[in-house]
């Protein structure tokens, strides 16, 4: 580490600390050759490589603001997205690796927003895993009943529609059957 008041390539650590949050370290450093002290920080570095190739720094509060989305609409609170986001970060540094792609982040979120929210687990699922099709929400809503073990209810049906339209209802309304006007021209 050179020194940022005489350029001095050397440098000695005179004191070190951990931050709050714990992923980094501030070390007080002070310079052989002038005598004069200044302060580092060090941090791991973790990179995401994204679809198009690009890299880029990890960033906690992009995966706030993607879940947030997801549970826009439903009883999650600030104080849960930040532990969420915190335990996605640790998750990911977890696995050693200096960089990882899109997808393992989005893996690393898809567990801890099961636990929090389940509809909001389907609104990212589904976005995140392309759902394509009513069979896709399908077999997710399979998948979490059995993980779950519980038997679907109408609360549960009904959470699984406000979760696939946005909370609209349809032209059936609450009654169960649509009404479709038919053309006069359709007895012949």
């Known amino acids: ?102 997808h393992d982040v989005g893996l690393a979120i898809l567990g801890p927003l099961q636990e929090l929210d389940l509809v909001a687990f389907l609104r990212f699922a589904s976005v995140y895993r392309a759902f394509d099709s009513l069979e896709d929400f399908e077999a997710a809503i399979a998948e979490l009943r059995e993980a779950t073990g519980r038997a679907a209810d109408d609360d549960d049906r009904e959470a699984v529609v406000d979760a696939v339209t946005g909370g609209q209802e349809d032209e059936r309304g609450s009654g169960g059957t649509a009404q479709v006007p038919v053309p006069a021209n359709a007895a012949e």
């Open 1 to 102: 580490m050179h020194c940022p008041f005489c350029r001095h390539p050397d440098s000695r650590v005179v004191d070190s600390r951990t931050t709050d949050d714990g992923t980094s370290i501030r070390r007080r450093r002070q310079c052989p050759d002038c005598s004069r002290r200044f302060t580092t920080v060090e941090t791991c570095s973790l990179m995401v490589i994204k679809r198009s190739g690009v890299t880029e720094p990890f960033s906690r509060t992009k995966v706030i603001n993607g879940v947030r989305k997801a549970c826009q609409g439903r009883p999650v609170t600030e104080d849960a997205l930040a532990q969420l986001g915190q335990r996605v970060e640790e998750a990911v540094r977890a696995t050693g690796s200096a960089e990882l792609t899109t």
